[in-house]
């Protein structure tokens, strides 16, 4: 349970740092606790719809090796940020680069955090 909530606010915070950097391009949070509520349904959505979609698209998968998974992420993020939750997103193409700056972002702060304990993430 506590990793789960520790992933869940590397998650939120890694929304607040891109709706910081996507600041006046489309892309904000509406507060801390809407980040914390868009991060935790972006994860679900991820994590329900996202190998779904990435098995009905795989012709499109082989043909593009994979980066068709990006197209994916943007649809999703953009998706979730129209759902009115604390995300708001405008526009595919803004969704698409914030959610691979998203990854990018959440990644670098959870190994970060795996540096200081291994067990926490």
Do not use: C, E, Y
């Amino acid at each position: 349970m506590m990793h789960f909530i520790i992933r869940l606010i590397v998650n939120a915070l890694a929304l607040i740092v891109v709706a910081h950097l996507f600041a006046g391009h489309g892309v904000s949070v509406t507060s801390p606790l809407g980040a914390v509520v868009a991060a935790f349904v972006l994860g679900i959505v991820n994590a329900i719809l996202r190998p779904i979609l990435i098995i009905l698209t795989l012709p499109i998968q082989i043909v593009t090796l994979g980066l068709f998974t990006f197209v994916i992420n943007g649809i999703l993020f953009w998706w979730v940020g129209h759902w009115g939750l604390g995300l708001v997103v405008h526009g595919f193409w803004t969704a698409f680069w914030a959610a691979i700056v998203l990854g990018i972002v959440s990644f670098v702060m959870s190994s970060l955090l795996r540096g200081v304990d291994p067990k926490a993430a």
